[in-house]
């Protein structure tokens, strides 16, 4: 390494020695060359700065996909040229500054007391440098006696110009280079050095004989040591988090220095990753529970988990039962307790919001509320409230009750009482008001009155089921005791039909009073129609359009529900799906008089598929063709064919249908299939007969028909409608042929086999 250096330095006095010889007239040949040099500009200076081998940066760790480093890095700067000197500067996020520099030590440098003038001698035995390398003390001084000999250089320049450059390795080679390794320097960066954030790593090289500037890099050092913060929850509800439909949650996060890559949200059994610190997380029906997420940073540190409140999201309505003691329309004359069973279902998603507040009214005026604790989990209740108002003119009192959850989902029960306080009071025992029952019924009618009561009658209408209306009963009511406060009358009803119950009555001071009710003795069952004409049947799809009134008869109001293959179906709705179906129908009246009604159907509209076994559209056969077809689905058949366009007699339930043309010509056959859905397919094919010619065609061709039977045939007997099938004689040629042929094809194997 000590002899590269020196030469080095003798190259350098060399050169020097060159550029202190021009004469006049080499300066302005100079000056020319500089000139040129302006021109080229940055391409001179890439030139130059090839000469010298650049500095080395290492890092530890490779550079992550995000640029950004997790912990601090050790960077290593290597300087590998002697001839230079490199510098770096670093800038950290905080504006502190670090400096330095890195130079492969020299003798000179070494040696900093010895003096110059020694060494001015020494530039005539730069020429014989194999001698003199062993000198390790020489400086830059010796350069200086290399003047007297620039007097004989002008020769050169005449002729080479500013191409003198090159020829300066020529005098390094003449006075020896030593080509030993130059030892590196390394600068090792210490880690704590950076600081979190982006880092500027300066590195340039400098000459050190002119300080000329020939290399320059920056590096940037982004280093993330924090986590990502905790990701944020909100939502449109941020309080309570119960939802009554689909709802987006939006989260967020943020990082202090590289960013937020991505958050990863969980809800349950279902993840999503939202890109950037920001995003929305949909929360589907039928969720329960919290959501948990955590973000990710650009280093690729994960942050701390973070859980959300907890979400609700269910459409359930909540169910109210409402109990007033007494059937609905019966008069009272007094206050009515009303009793309200609230409760949330749970059936749908197997869990519920919870009850948030219940509201009663009475004749549309809030008469209270019940509301339930936030953070509570109440899902049932029972409350109970007084109705202490009267009846105007015979007018029911109206109740409603209104049941509100946490997820937003409502239920209203409306309901009535009767109460009347004025007199004459009339009471109907036995039946109640719009009641319905399937047994027979006894009725007690009673008038009582504060005041002498003057009058008293009771009226029995009845509608029978075929809407004829007919009074059984005309009756006057009689006081029990001789002061004609109260009046009974009881009637026994047994048939079926509508009632209509009719009580007047006056006192002496002329106030009057009527009460009628209306009920229903049902001992019959609701009729079902239109059901069983569908067991049997085979459609291409099933859709139930028959109204309520026109598909069940009764005299009263009644429900009913239907299935479908054990499934809830629901009049309109259209089944499409092929296969055998079950209709059931179960109709039950306001009597309990139950009825059931079922049918069996197929559902097909699925086209049959006709297979034509042997014959091709657009075949051609010589001497006869073998017309073969069949269909093999449940229920379809070959409804026309035609040959030619002349129709072929088949039977009403044909499946399959074969018949052989021997006759040369043209044939185009027509066929439509169908089933018993309706469901058709029509198919054509053509094909051609030719006469049979030759030896090879009377023997090859029954063979070939004997021998390429259709393996997709059906298990159905074929059905041949025409007579004219191949007579018995060429059925014998045939076989006779295939015999010949497999003797042939024997014997060809047993010659193949001896060669």
Not at 112 to 136: C, I, L, V
Request: glycine share 10%; net charge negative; proline share 5%.
């Amino acid at each position: 390494m000590e002899n590269r250096q020196r030469n080095r330095r003798k190259n350098r006095r060399n050169r020097a020695a060159y550029s202190g010889s021009f004469p006049a007239a080499g300066t302005v040949v100079l000056f020319g060359v500089l000139g040129s040099c302006w021109l080229l500009g940055k391409s001179v200076l890439a030139e130059e700065a090839e000469q010298y081998e650049p500095p080395r940066l290492v890092i530890s760790e490779p550079e992550s996909g995000t640029l950004w480093y997790q912990d601090p890095q050790e960077v290593k700067i290597i300087h590998m040229d002697p001839d230079t000197v490199t510098r770096y500067l670093i800038r950290t996020p905080s504006g502190k500054e670090t400096e330095g520099e890195l130079r492969i030590k020299s003798e000179e440098t070494e040696e900093p007391d010895e003096t110059e003038m020694p060494e001015e001698p020494a530039e005539p035995e730069g020429e014989e440098a194999p001698e003199g390398s062993e000198m390790a003390g020489e400086t830059e001084m010796p350069e200086e006696p290399a003047e007297p000999e620039e007097e004989e250089a002008p020769e050169e320049p005449e002729t080479t110009g500013e191409e003198e450059t090159p020829e300066k390795p020529e005098i390094s080679e003449e006075v020896g280079i030593d080509n030993t390794q130059v030892e590196p320097v390394t600068e090792v960066l210490s880690r704590e050095i950076w600081e979190e954030g982006e880092n500027h790593l300066l590195v340039w090289m400098e000459k050190i004989e002119d300080g000329t500037e020939v290399y320059r890099e920056e590096q940037k050092i982004r280093l993330d040591e924090s986590m990502p913060g905790k990701v944020s929850f909100t939502c449109r509800d941020p309080a309570g988090g119960y939802f009554s439909s689909p709802t987006k949650i939006e989260v967020r996060a943020s990082d202090k220095f590289s960013g937020v890559r991505e958050i990863i949200c969980t809800a349950g059994n279902r993840k999503k990753r939202i890109e950037g610190g920001h995003g929305t997380f949909e929360i589907p029906l039928g969720f329960a529970g919290k959501i948990t997420a955590h973000a990710v940073d650009n280093s690729g540190r994960e942050g701390p988990g973070s859980e959300s409140s907890w979400i609700c999201c269910e459409d359930e309505a909540p169910l109210i039962n409402m109990y007033t003691g007494q059937e609905e329309g019966v008069w009272n004359d007094g206050a009515v307790t009303v009793r309200l069973e609230v409760c949330e279902p749970g059936e749908k998603y197997g869990f519920s919001s919870g009850l948030k507040s219940v509201t009663y009214y009475v004749n549309g005026q809030a008469a209270g509320r019940k509301e339930y604790p936030d953070g509570s989990t109440v899902c049932s209740d029972s409350l109970s409230f007084p109705v202490d108002e009267t009846s105007q003119n015979g007018e029911e009192i109206q109740i409603m009750a209104h049941a509100l959850d946490r997820a937003g989902n409502t239920s209203v029960r409306m309901g009535k009482v009767f109460i009347d306080t004025k007199t004459p009071v009339i009471s109907i025992k036995g039946i109640k008001d719009a009641a319905i029952t399937g047994e027979d019924t006894v009725i007690e009618v009673s008038v009582s009155e504060e005041n002498i009561l003057s009058e008293g009658k009771v009226r029995i209408f009845r509608t029978t089921p075929g809407e004829e209306k007919k009074e059984v009963t005309d009756m006057t009511l009689e006081p029990r005791d001789r002061s004609g406060q109260v009046f009974e009358k009881e009637m026994h009803l047994q048939e079926s039909g509508i009632y209509e119950c009719i009580v007047t009555a006056a006192d002496a001071a002329g106030h009057e009073a009527e009460e009628n009710i209306t009920f229903t003795i049902d001992h019959d069952s609701p009729v079902i129609k239109y059901v069983e004409q569908m067991n049997g049947a085979n459609i291409r799809f099933f859709q139930w359009n028959y109204g309520r009134e026109e598909m069940i008869q009764d005299l009263t109001e009644y429900s009913y529900v239907m299935y479908l293959n054990g499934n809830p179906y629901f009049s309109g709705d259209l089944v499409t799906e092929e296969g055998e179906k079950l209709l059931e129908v179960r109709a039950e009246d306001a009597a309990g008089n139950v009825s059931f009604a079922e049918a069996a159907f197929t559902v097909d509209h699925t086209p049959p598929v006709i297979h034509w076994g042997e014959s091709e559209n657009g075949g051609k056969y010589d001497g006869s063709a073998i017309l073969s077809l069949w269909v093999d689905g449940t229920g379809e058949r070959i409804r026309e064919l035609h040959i030619n366009r002349e129709r072929q007699k088949i039977s009403a339930d044909s499946r399959v249908f074969q018949y052989e043309i021997t006759e040369s010509g043209q044939y185009t056959v027509d066929v439509k299939a169908d089933d018993l859905a309706g469901n058709e397919t029509v198919e054509q094919i053509s094909f051609e007969v030719r006469e049979q010619s030759g030896f090879a065609g009377s023997v090859i061709e029954p063979v070939r028909r004997i021998f390429s039977g259709n393996r997709e045939k059906p298990e159905v007997q074929e059905e041949n409608v025409h007579d004219g099938g191949a007579p018995a004689l060429g059925v014998l040629a045939a076989i006779g042929a295939a015999v010949v042929v497999c003797a042939f094809y024997t014997f060809y194997k047993r010659q193949k086999g001896a060669a």
